[in-house]
């Protein structure tokens, strides 16, 4: 038995809701003599304009058009006006002029200032913004042959940066941030869809793009502290499409298909040639060469294998196909959509890849003042991926293409590859023969509103959520033969052993979450005397989190995984008690807006969370918001400015924002387990306890945000250019607890850490309209954040395979950290007079080999000369969307990019012969240092474990990594052909398109052996391990489709 | 109508499923854990786990003159060099180790009254506690002298300003505590085979013992000893008739009085938990990686001729049993007996066979010709022995799998170790032993080790060294020589306790494998000072910790 809510929990709220109900009494309700004039309001369709604002001019007298269009008002004089507006359209005033009876056309305003933008909660139009709301409309994602929300939103607004790991359909890992890095913790922000907030960013990705009305990125704390403790990263509201009122029903149907190519960039040098480049290598550093001239001779008379890495990859198939239903009634509106989507994995292997079905629909009813609608979404996605490691590319991509080198032969039996030197391994093996995990997931997900209008301009809306996902993966390990390696040419398949996963181990996980989300709001907006407008929003929310899983792992199964006598049941089996959670989200919101005169705007926000992942007496927070705006155009001493170029409007806010992504559930407790092996007692195991200490004071990650912005509009509104600047301070933030070694024990987190973050947007937005036959239009943005460590302790350096990053206050959040290169020693006399590092012996440098920077002027390189490097977050990000249309053709591009990021990368495709398991070197390395080239890219070659290597390659997160990160990409290419409707009509089809697209057919970068798309960053700068640059390799898309519309 | 409007949109106030305060259901909380009698298991085996490892157990080694360790083994030779600085880890992980063993502890001890198990089992479970308790504070005073003494749980705004407590006061503390649990600790007699390896009242008693000697405090350390040698009240205990099984199976035997205990387990077939000494072995029987332990030639020479003279460097032959055991030599074989795992041992894969080790590099190189692959030999690289020794001992390949881990049982104490104990307070608090005195301790070990029936009597003079002696061969490599060293430079030098000097100043060497004849000079130059330091993170963050002497 729950207990209801009777009170309110703080006085901000109590604030709020006095303020509401002060503005309801204070509405004139008086009847004045006159005539009534009544009438009907329609649009240019000639269907009613449902909510249309009927006021008389210069009162706070008026009312809104009932679902018919009609309107009634009374007391009217006949010098009056009647002003009728509605979102969308035009305000129209018509004089009384004595008429009882006046029918109004909206005509439809297209302008930019009057396009519906969705913010929290709520609706407005682009005009009444007064805080940083970026827009995306849902155009910019149907037809782009992207496998998902995030990948088409990749460039499409301003600090919305969304980068990638690799480009592996089922295995690709995308991070998201609005803004750039402002915590330490998880940057992604808050995913909302149609109002129901999401539990991470992703599930963005389980939607179908061409369900997708709009989409509106909320910014700053303006507009993102309705969603209070999740808001700190900014907020994504995504609307689905609904149906429209009295249109018949229309059928559309889209069809497009195409290749994905894999496009690798890097080369191996020809087999001769590399053997060559080997012995040179060894020689440079007095070692014996160790191929043979007979066996370059070989090589060279044999020719080339073709590189593993491309053995690895093929082209592969991607489809889709929608189909919706779309309509309505006088009361009614209805849609219904379902889609395919089938991308194949460019892996060789046992058909690897993505399969998505949606389904959805939405429906709506009014009945007077009553309105319901409900919208269910339905999505599958199975997904069948290889078990293949990690290192997997890396590992193919390091084989030299000798003649002989072969993968599997027809026995079915994989060769080690590994003559002369190298380790060996099977590579292909594990991708062809290893196993595979197959994911079939299920979400359901459901929406009831109800509307309801209590006085003119007050609703009371309820909406009910509901979301029941079901995940499962079936993993299945296989066993292959590989071929004994004998040190020749070939490994020797007479001898072939077992290998694989010898124990043939399968295991099934099955998660299971509902969750659960119910609103209450009340909802006024009324314009007073004309100039007063006044919008105030209260609302209540509830949110809940299940989940458990359980999983079963055997091994010893036969090949079709059914059991036998040997079969055993393995310890990482688990039942639902085992592994499950609830969670709970309890708040309060409200929103109170003021414009007088459409020149002057205050808004106030302010939300008060309530979470289950702190300790009860500190689990609420409370984040409030205000912003200004000044629609400076509209000042008498600016008509001159608004006759020759438009709209002018200055705005600032300022307000605070919480993050809980990185707390845990239980974080606040301290809780108990139990580990195996713990101790034995007569050599038999024994379990031990263990504990997690919990920290009862943490809390939410806090931000304060101050941004400034400016709209203007030029040429009648065809150009809008919007600038922001922000500041956000983000305190609190969650870190590992510093305490003294004599507590005993770690806690895992406390609120510590604070971070800057600052930066800017500019977005244009074009639009011309020549006529019917011709227009075209563009948006572009650019961006930049910088952040900054403030406080964080001491330093964390962090180096993985020698590519080293720092946490260090007053430089931005793990910023590569390591030595300066000053070129290469162009003599020997130079290298007796430089400073080497303190494990290289000077005498056996020889020129070509790498010089360092002696930053401390002490003589040596050592730790103390290590410093900034650079940053791999990307700083100056653009894209550029152009639409050109003429006649039935149609022609678009989007281009997208970064001017300012570095890229570290390591391994072997910067080190040639990277530690002796690097056995071939690329094209790309071939500007080494040589006497006859002394302004190489790179250094001399030198052998693994030479003095020369250690200088060169062996000095934590040196600059010869770094690469400038620089690019600039054209994302995707359109063109389409609209047939002419007099020729479709024969059909019963209302249009008939056709187009060819193209994905990432051109990339403009310094450096065109690695994708500078891809990064090793997460969203919070953390890192797996260090960049090698050998990804699956970026795709590249060829393709075609139709729409037709019914 | 509107009523039933109102309803409906109410209605989501209602539907909510998931209240505000949520507590884990696939873990325990503090109100749930101790209601299972598994948990209050698992909390006392948490406790074992974290109150004595494998790893100090060897490591400690290091700090004295009988292994030489490499460059892998940093922290230790930095102190062993007298190179380290307070912010060396060797001295915050021992610290840290301590107040982690005693934070479980705590753990436990705070939440004794809401154990749901019987009175019996809560009595004796708290006196191992208390006794591991104990042990953790005679660590953390042997090597740092006055710490910081809690008797629960502190806060970590407590440890901010916490201060140390005198070494004094804690050690009376140890020796009450240790009292407490011999009342109430089985005998080793009493323990089914099941709690082999569970603490008992001997261990109680051996520590108190060992308590007193750490101290130089004679008296009471005769006393202790005396419960364990003359009396069955505290355990049965006799030396074990061999010495070198001891340290392959023997160790659950009447000798052993505290062990480190690992585990393995049937069915799967696997050392669930274990130790390695992949880096000890020699190469030929499986060891792999940097070699971070070898003997030095000093300790090699301490072990004789079985006549009681003193062996030439590389005189492998008649000596001392017990050297046999501890160190792989030049020329030494080994059996592999058909074992777990055993096709791993050995550079074929074939397991079980008789392996020899060739250290001498000249020598490796005759062997090698029909052998090649040989590769135990001395050749500077950090793969290899670094001095010409490997170590045996605590070696069984019976117990032992893949990567040279083992579930072999490690005796912390041992009762050679209390008969040492008793010979030489006997001798420092009266000056000399009687023949009997003598025959009751030192004699049996001699024998054991298969000396000569001259050398294993009461010698006329040089006792004191006789006995010193003994403790540095029976003991070898267990740990103790550290310990050793440092009471006895504080019986010549009352003052480093005060100054914190170095106590331990000399050079370790290897075996003659020189081309030139000499020995191998090791880089150790040891240069140990007498206290561990309090860490230097520990005393950024509370200011009322004060230094010990000499850092």
Request: net charge negative.
């Amino acid at each position: 038995m729950k207990k209801p809510i009777n009170h309110f929990p703080n006085r901000p709220l109590a604030l709020l809701a006095c303020l509401l109900t002060v503005l309801l009494w204070t509405f004139p309700a008086s009847a004045q003599d006159g005539i009534t004039v009544s009438g009907t309001v329609t649009d240019a369709a000639g269907e009613p304009v449902i909510g249309a604002s009927v006021m008389v001019g210069g009162t706070t007298r008026g009312t809104v058009t009932d679902i018919d269009g009609r309107y009634s008002i009374s007391g009217i004089k006949d010098t009056d006006v009647l002003e009728v507006s509605s979102i969308g359209f035009a305000t129209q005033i018509v004089p009384v002029r004595g008429r009882k009876s006046i029918d109004v056309l909206l005509e439809e305003d297209t302008t930019f200032l009057d396009e519906v933008v969705v913010v929290g909660y709520s609706t407005t139009s682009r005009k009444h913004i007064v805080s940083s709301i970026a827009s995306v409309n849902g155009e910019v994602l149907a037809d782009r042959p992207v496998a998902n929300v995030q990948q088409a939103l990749q460039g499409a607004a301003a600090n919305l940066i969304i980068q990638t790991g690799n480009f592996d359909p089922t295995n690709s890992s995308m991070n998201i941030s609005i803004r750039g890095v402002s915590t330490m913790g998880n940057n992604t922000p808050l995913v909302v869809i149609d109002g129901v907030p999401q539990a991470d960013a992703g599930r963005m990705n389980e939607l179908n793009p061409s369900d997708i009305e709009s989409i509106n990125i909320l910014k700053d704390a303006g507009s993102s502290a309705i969603y209070g403790a999740r808001s700190s990263n900014g907020v994504i509201l995504i609307t689905t499409k609904t149906g429209k009122r009295e249109k018949a029903p229309e059928v559309r149907f889209s069809a497009q298909a195409g290749v994905q190519n894999p496009h690798i960039l890097f080369q191996p040098v020809p087999s001769y040639m590399n053997a060559i480049l080997r012995n040179e290598a060894l020689s440079n550093v007095g070692m014996d060469p160790v191929f043979t001239t007979q066996e370059i001779e070989d090589f060279q008379i044999n020719g080339e294998s073709v590189p593993f890495v491309r053995q690895a990859m093929k082209n592969a198939l991607q489809q889709n196909y929608n189909l919706s239903i779309t309509g309505g009634t006088a009361h009614t509106t209805y849609l219904i959509s379902g889609s395919f989507f089938n991308q194949n994995s460019n892996y060789i292997g046992p058909k690897y890849g993505n399969n998505r079905y949606n389904f959805r629909t939405a429906v709506t009813t009014e009945w007077g003042r009553l309105k319901v609608g409900a919208n269910v979404g339905y999505t599958r996605q199975d997904t069948k991926s290889p078990l293949i490691g990690g290192l997997f590319f890396a590992d193919a991509a390091r084989f030299p293409t000798y003649w002989f080198y072969r993968t599997m032969d027809e026995n079915g039996i994989f060769y080690a590859n590994n003559y002369k030197y190298g380790s060996p391994g099977a590579v292909l093996a594990d991708l062809m023969a290893g196993g595979s995990n197959q994911y079939d997931n299920e979400y359901l997900t459901g929406t009831l509103n109800v509307d309801f209008e209590i006085i003119q301009g007050l609703k009371l809306r309820a909406v009910l959520s509901g979301e029941s996902r079901n995940e499962h993966r079936f993993t299945d390990k296989n066993t292959y033969l590989v071929g004994t390696d004998n040190g020749s040419y070939w490994s020797d398949p007479s001898k072939a052993v077992l290998s694989g996963n010898v124990t043939t181990p399968a295991d099934d996980w099955t998660g299971r979450s509902t969750y659960f989300n119910s609103q209450v709001l009340l909802d006024f907006n009324r314009t007073f005397a004309r100039r007063h407008e006044v919008s105030a929003l209260l609302g209540w929310s509830q949110e809940s989190n299940k989940y458990y899983s359980t999983g079963i792992a055997k091994s010893y199964l036969n090949d079709l995984n059914q059991p036998s006598s040997a079969t055993i049941i393995e310890e990482s089996s688990h039942l639902s008690s085992e592994d499950n959670s609830k969670s709970a989200l309890r708040s309060f919101f409200g929103r109170v807006s003021y414009s007088f005169d459409e020149k002057y705007y205050i808004e106030l926000t302010a939300r008060y969370d309530m979470s289950s992942k702190f300790l009860k007496i500190r689990n609420a927070g409370f984040f409030p918001a205000v912003s200004l705006g000044w629609r400076a155009s509209d000042e008498s001493f600016m008509k001159g400015y608004k006759a020759a170029c438009g709209d002018l409007k200055l705005r600032a806010s300022y307000g605070l924002n919480g993050n809980q992504q990185d707390v845990g559930l239980y974080d606040f407790m301290t809780t108990y387990g139990v580990w195996s092996n713990a101790y034995g007692f007569n050599g038999k195991p024994v379990s031990g306890l263990m504990f997690t200490m919990g920290n009862e004071l943490l809390t939410w990650e806090k931000a304060r945000t101050v941004n400034v912005g400016l709209d203007a509009s030029f040429f009648k509104s065809s150009l809008n250019i919007s600038f922001d600047w922000f500041y956000k301070r983000t305190s609190d933030i969650l870190l590992p607890s510093i305490v003294t070694g004599m507590y005993g024990a770690s806690i895992a987190k406390e609120n510590r850490g604070v971070m800057d973050n600052t930066g800017w947007e500019l977005t244009l937005d074009y639009n011309l309209v020549h006529d019917t036959d011709f227009n075209h239009r563009f948006s572009f943005n650019l961006a930049d954040s910088r952040n900054k460590v403030v406080k964080y302790g001491t330093p964390a350096i962090n180096a993985n395979d020698g590519v080293t990053v720092i946490i260090m206050e007053g430089l931005p959040l793990n910023s590569y950290y390591g030595y300066k290169t000053a070129g290469y020693f162009s003599s020997y006399e130079e290298i007796l007079h430089s400073a080497v590092p303190t494990n290289v012996d000077a005498t056996r440098l020889a020129p070509g080999d790498v010089k360092y920077v002696d930053i401390n002027e002490d003589g040596v390189i050592d730790e103390k000369d290590r410093t900034y490097l650079g940053y791999g977050f990307p700083r100056y990000t653009f894209g550029f969307n152009y639409t050109f249309k003429w006649k039935g053709i149609d022609f678009s591009f989007m281009l997208q990019g970064v001017l300012k990021r570095m890229n570290c990368i390591r391994g072997e495709l910067i080190e040639p012969f990277h530690e002796d398991y690097g056995t071939t070197m690329y094209t790309h390395q071939l500007d080494y240092w040589a006497p006859d080239n002394v302004n190489a890219r790179w250094p001399r070659l030198s052998a693994y474990g030479s003095v020369s290597t250690t200088n060169n390659w062996k000095q934590p997160g040196s600059d010869i990594y770094m690469l400038d990160g620089a690019y600039m990409r054209l994302k995707n290419i359109q063109v389409g052909y609209t047939f002419p409707k007099e020729w479709t009509r024969k059909f019963y089809c209302q249009s008939l398109r056709i187009f060819f697209d193209c994905q990432n057919p051109l990339t403009f970068t310094k450096y065109g052996f690695v994708d500078p798309e891809t990064t090793e960053f997460g969203s919070n700068m953390s890192r797996g391990g260090a960049n090698s640059g050998r990804n699956y390799p970026t795709l590249r898309y060829f393709g075609g489709g139709l729409n037709v519309v019914f | 109508m509107k009523k039933i409007v109102f309803f409906l949109a109410l209605l989501p106030a209602f539907a909510s499923c998931v209240g505000l305060e949520q507590y884990p259901t696939n873990s325990y909380t503090d109100e749930t854990y101790w209601n299972y009698e598994d948990n209050v298991d698992a909390a006392l085996y948490l406790a074992y786990n974290q109150c004595w490892s494998a790893d100090l157990y060897w490591v400690n080694n290091h700090l004295s003159d009988d292994v030489y360790g490499s460059r892998h083994s940093k922290d230790n030779l930095e102190v062993a060099t007298g190179q380290a600085s307070a912010q060396n880890s060797r001295f915050s992980s021992e610290w840290n180790g301590c107040y982690q063993e005693l934070r479980t502890i705590h753990t436990a001890l705070d939440n004794l009254d809401r154990m749901k198990v019987s009175n019996q089992k809560k009595e004796r479970y708290e006196a191992e506690w208390r006794l591991m308790r104990a042990f953790t504070y005679l660590r953390l005073i042997t090597w740092f002298g006055d710490v910081p003494f809690f008797t629960s749980n502190p806060t970590n705004a407590q440890t901010l300003v916490a201060t140390r407590k005198s070494a004094a006061e804690i050690r009376s503390f140890i020796l009450d505590e240790l009292e407490f649990a011999a009342d109430r600790l089985p005998k080793n007699t009493a323990l089914p085979a099941a709690e082999r390896g569970r603490y008992t009242c001997g261990t109680a008693v051996a520590l108190k013992a060992r308590t007193y000697l750490l101290n130089n405090d004679w008296a009471g350390c005769i006393r202790e000893c005396e419960r364990l040698i003359g009396s069955k009240d505290y355990g049965t205990y006799a030396l074990a008739a061999d010495y070198d099984e001891l340290f392959k199976t023997g160790h659950y035997g009447p000798e052993s009085i505290m062990t480190v205990e690992f585990a393995y387990e049937v069915g799967v077939e696997k050392i669930v938990r274990g130790w390695s000494m992949a880096r000890m072995l020699p190469q030929s029987i499986g060891a792999n990686g940097v070699m971070e332990f070898s003997p030095t030639q000093e300790l090699v020479n301490s072990f004789r001729k079985t006549n009681g003279s003193v062996a030439g460097d590389t005189d492998y032959t008649g000596r001392d049993k017990r050297f046999y055991t501890t160190i792989a030599y030049n020329g030494c074989s080994v059996e592999i007996p058909d074992a777990i795992n055993a096709k791993v041992i050995g550079t074929q894969g074939v397991g079980k066979g008789r392996y020899t080790c060739w250290t001498d590099p000249k020598q490796a190189e005759v062997e090698r010709q029909s052998d090649p692959a040989l590769m135990d030999d001395y050749n500077g690289s950090q793969d290899r022995t670094a001095t010409g020794y490997y170590t045996l001992k605590n070696f069984d390949p019976l117990t032992t799998g893949p990567g040279r881990n083992s579930y072999k049982s490690l005796m912390e104490i041992r009762y050679a170790d209390v008969l040492l104990m008793y010979a030489e307070s006997l001798y420092e608090q009266n000056g000399f032993l009687t023949e009997d005195q003598w025959n009751a301790t030192v004699k049996p070990l001699r024998q054991r080790a298969g000396f000569d029936a001259d050398y294993c009597a009461l010698p006329a003079s040089g006792v004191r060294e006789a006995i010193r002696l003994e403790r540095r061969c029976e003991l070898a490599l267990e740990g103790r020589r550290p310990f050793d060293l440092r009471r006895w430079a504080l019986m010549e030098t009352p003052s480093l306790a005060e100054t914190g000097d170095y106590y331990l100043v000399s050079t370790a060497t290897g075996a003659p494998f020189m081309d030139d004849g000499t020995n191998i000079v090791c880089a150790n130059s040891y240069a140990i000072k007498y206290w561990f330091p309090i860490p230097q993170s520990e005393r950024d963050q509370n200011n009322n910790l004060t230094q010990n002497p000499g850092w």
